[in-house]
C-alpha cells in the first residue's frame, strides 16, 4: 500500500479467516477511506469512530462465520443477530 503522508486517508485491513479442509483461508481486505477537509480537522475523532465502527464489522463477520461454520445456513435472520451482537 501507498504510506499515506499527509494524513489524507483513513486505511485499516480486515482480515478474515476461513476454515478449509484440514486449513484456513486468511483473507485481507484493505479499507480505505478519503477524508475530506472537515474531518482532517478532528482527526483524532474520525479516527476513533471509524475504528470503533470496523470492530464492529470484524465481530459480525466474525459471528457470522462460526455460526456457518457450525452448520447454520446463511440468511438474514443469522445477519441480523450477529450485527446485533457486534453492537453490543
Given at each position: 500500500m501507498i504510506k499515506d503522508e499527509k494524513k489524507f486517508a483513513l486505511r485499516d485491513n480486515v482480515k478474515i479467516?476461513?476454515?478449509n479442509g484440514q486449513g484456513?483461508?486468511?483473507?485481507?481486505?484493505?479499507l480505505f477511506f478519503p477524508l475530506r477537509w472537515w474531518a482532517r480537522?478532528?482527526?483524532?475523532t474520525v479516527r476513533k469512530i471509524t475504528i470503533k465502527e470496523l470492530a464492529k464489522i470484524n465481530k459480525s463477520i466474525k459471528c457470522a462465520?462460526?455460526?456457518v461454520h457450525a452448520g447454520n445456513a446463511m440468511s438474514d435472520d443469522l445477519a441480523?443477530?450477529?450485527y446485533r451482537e457486534s453492537a453490543k
Open positions: 479467516v476461513e476454515p484456513a483461508i486468511v483473507r485481507e481486505i484493505s480537522l478532528f482527526s483524532g462465520a462460526e455460526k441480523k443477530t450477529c
